[in-house]
């Protein structure tokens, strides 16, 4: 957990108002605490690396913020799916044997060319 | 401390000039350099990261790869770090589409395989009673963090969860929960399957600082400034505690350091079915305020001339010990 200061110093190439924007566009979602005086940013480990990522992308594809929007909603779509992947999985796996085998022999091959 | 940047070595900004951070790096090795700084081990060190700073900020190629983030200060290797883990672990849900695909999908999953039984497998499933529709999985727990200010982890009360954009849950916080502590919400994580039960939601929490209060275990700690007077002839004051604010009696002749406990006004809990409380323990601290009032200063002169007092006594006779030992 690390607040607005310290995550602007981890990354050199970082500005405050880009930052700022990320945050306003829902790109990263730091979570709000309450202190004496005004409301403070902590960013958690998943949101350090968004951070990154998003840095990532924006210099090494030369995506522009429309762009990057879009990048990052597909982004979120294809790990979301992984999510639900995982836990159906987990949740076949928790199957009694037979009931696994069954599914493993139902399961039709997976198209290679 | 955290480690400067290269920019910061060097007096920089991060948007420098070719010519800008040559200039600064020549000021600042004249300065440093250990021929002219012999015996100066402070020197040399400040001339070794100035020279390392250089080495990266001059040659464009590794800086650009140190604001990318892919050196270090001493241009080693950082080792990159993948979103993926992150995207899903237990914090991901954040970034998950609007509108919770979550549910919504596994349940189309979920309708497509019933679905499919229905159609193709209506042999082995007629024994079983139920038809095609005896599939039921509790639903999965759901992690979350919170931050809760200092004085709700004391004494409990609510506190609003956004467990994403657009859904909130008030969480009640016990009084005297600790740093890190973990709660776990029954029902509230992952709806279940087929009429399974819901997950849990699980809640690590942590407490932001306090300006003035500090919490050892179940007692709190507070540095109470009083006036000159209220040291020397004692008063009734306010103190806030984490309750409220109470009146407390200084006593007469109160010195700077002076430790006094407000009994009970610490944090009520229950610990292993049993009722504690603990305590509050107030430091005072004496300001003058006014020390440039000139009766006060009057009245000072007559007074220190009939009272010598040395408060600094004991401190002369135990630095010339340290000396000797």
Redesign the interface.
């Known amino acids: 957990?690390i607040g607005f200061d310290?995550l602007m110093?981890r990354?050199?190439?970082l500005n405050a108002a880009e930052l700022s924007r990320w945050v306003e566009n829902?790109w990263v979602?730091p979570?709000t605490?309450?202190?004496?005086g005004g409301e403070r940013w902590?960013f958690?480990?998943?949101?350090v690396?968004?951070v990154?990522?998003i840095?990532?992308i924006r210099?090494e594809f030369a995506v522009d913020d429309e762009a990057l929007s879009l990048v990052l909603?597909l982004?979120?779509?294809v790990?979301?799916?992984?999510?639900?992947m995982?836990?159906?999985c987990?949740?076949l796996e928790?199957q009694p044997p037979e009931i696994r085998d069954a599914i493993r022999r139902a399961l039709p091959p997976a198209k290679t060319s | 401390m955290?480690t400067q940047?290269p920019?910061e070595v060097l007096g920089v900004k991060?948007d420098a000039t070719a010519d800008e951070i040559r200039k600064a790096y020549r000021k600042l090795a004249k300065q440093f350099h250990p021929d002219l700084n012999p015996g100066k081990p402070a020197a040399e060190a400040r001339f070794k990261a100035v020279s390392a700073a250089h080495d990266i900020l001059s040659d464009p190629e590794k800086r650009a790869r140190?604001?990318?983030?892919e050196i270090d200060e001493s241009g080693a290797e950082r080792p990159r770090?993948?979103?993926?883990p992150?995207?899903?672990?237990a914090?991901?849900?954040?970034?998950?589409?609007e509108g919770e695909?979550?549910v919504g999908?596994?349940d189309d999953?979920f309708e497509m395989f019933g679905r499919g039984g229905r159609r193709g497998g209506a042999r082995g499933r007629t024994t079983g009673g139920r038809g095609g529709e005896g599939f039921s999985?509790p639903g999965?727990d759901r992690h979350y963090?919170?931050?809760i200010?200092f004085v709700t982890a004391a004494t409990g009360g609510k506190q609003r969860l956004?467990l994403s954009?657009d859904e909130w849950l008030d969480v009640t916080i016990p009084a005297g929960i600790e740093e890190g502590q973990i709660l776990r919400l029954k029902g509230k994580g992952g709806p279940g399957?087929g009429g399974g039960p819901a997950g849990d939601a699980l809640i690590e929490l942590?407490i932001?600082p306090h300006?003035f209060f500090r919490r050892e275990g179940d007692d709190i700690h507070l540095e109470l400034p009083v006036s000159l007077s209220e040291a020397v002839l004692g008063a009734r004051v306010p103190v806030p505690t984490v309750t409220g604010p109470v009146t407390m009696a200084i006593p007469k002749g109160s010195d700077t350091g002076a430790r006094l406990r407000l009994r009970g006004r610490g944090i009520h809990r229950k610990r292993q079915g049993k009722e504690v409380t603990g305590d509050q323990y107030v430091t005072l601290k004496v300001v003058i305020g006014a020390s440039d009032d000139p009766e006060l200063a009057k009245f000072l002169e007559d007074w220190a001339k009939q009272h010598p007092v040395d408060p600094r006594g004991g401190m002369a006779q135990g630095a010339s010990h340290g000396a000797a030992a």
Request: charged share 30%; no cysteine.
């Open positions: 957990m310290e110093r990354f050199a190439g829902r979602v979570e605490a309450t202190e004496e902590v958690h480990e998943v949101d690396a968004r990154e990522l840095l990532d210099r909603g982004l979120d779509q790990y979301s799916l992984r999510r639900q995982r836990r159906l987990d949740a928790q | 955290a940047t920019y991060s140190y604001d990318r983030g770090y993948s979103y993926r992150h995207a899903e672990g914090q991901g849900w954040k970034y998950q589409p695909m979550d999908d596994l999953l999985m999965p963090s919170l931050t200010d956004a954009p399957f942590h932001a300006p």
